[in-house]
């Protein structure tokens, strides 16, 4: 069965340095991955989506994931945190096997520290 | 393209009242699903509807929520009746059936009951 971990409920940087957000899945077939992010009060909002190509993927606002087959991993990172970055960010998987719904994460809270 | 649609935004009721949520996918997508997200929580899939016939709706609690597509297009949620738990974010999200796995999703209507 489909699982991810988001290996980290909090994490705080402080803004200028880099992000690292992380987390592990677990698939029978070849997932879908993606990271969602949604700020205080808002919708959710797709950052990035890994489907079969490149393994790292790039998505808005400076962030990209890679995609590790071998670690079963697929960590979001971002070169350097800005204020507005603060947000919950949610790990997903999705596969056949899943009848392609999305398997959340608990979610990892960013905080940026000034 | 126009996004997928929700109304109301938010709503607040008593307990042991009813409350209806609308949806309007995006034109064309024939899959639909209902989260249910409480505060600090990843989304929890509530239903999902391939066109108008359902696929899923394991984690529905039927005996006070209930969700209808008729036509195939848009979609309604209702709780009747409320309980104090029900508070949270009511998400609709929608998928085109013959492109990658990414799920869209509409702003939410929060649900406040007291």
């Known amino acids: 069965a489909q699982s991810v971990t988001q290996l980290d409920s909090h994490v705080s940087v402080s803004e200028g340095t880099p992000v690292l957000l992380r987390c592990n899945y677990s698939?029978?077939?070849?997932?879908?991955l993606f990271w969602y992010v949604q700020h205080p009060n808002k919708g959710l909002q797709l950052l990035l989506k890994?489907?079969?190509?490149a393994t790292l993927v790039k998505g808005i606002n400076g962030f990209e994931a890679e995609f590790k087959k071998s670690e079963t991993s697929f960590h979001l990172t971002k070169p350097s945190a800005h204020m507005s970055d603060a947000a919950e960010y949610f790990c997903?998987?999705?596969?056949?096997?899943?009848?392609?719904?999305?398997?959340w994460g608990a979610g990892t809270k960013l905080i940026i520290k000034p | 393209e126009a996004g997928v649609a929700q109304s109301p935004r938010y709503k607040i009721i008593e307990k042991r009242q009813s409350v209806a949520f609308w949806c309007n996918p995006i034109?064309?997508?024939?899959?639909l699903y209902w989260y249910q997200q409480i505060l600090g929580q990843g989304p929890k899939l509530l239903i999902q509807?391939?066109?108008?016939?359902?696929?899923?709706d394991s984690q529905l609690p039927k005996d006070r929520f209930s969700a209808e597509r008729l036509k195939g297009v848009d979609s309604t949620l209702k709780i009747q009746p409320a309980k104090l738990e029900d508070s949270a974010v009511y998400l609709c999200?929608?998928?085109?059936?013959?492109?990658?796995?990414?799920?869209?999703f509409g702003p939410g209507t929060r649900l406040t009951v007291l």
């Open positions: 698939s029978s077939y070849s997932p879908s």
């Open positions: 034109s064309g997508h024939a899959t």
């Open positions: 999200a929608s998928r085109n059936l013959y492109r990658d796995n990414e799920q869209f």
């Open positions: 890994y489907t079969s190509a």
């Open positions: 997903v998987v999705s596969d056949r096997d899943s009848n392609y719904q999305l398997i």
């Open positions: 509807f391939q066109n108008n016939g359902v696929v899923d």
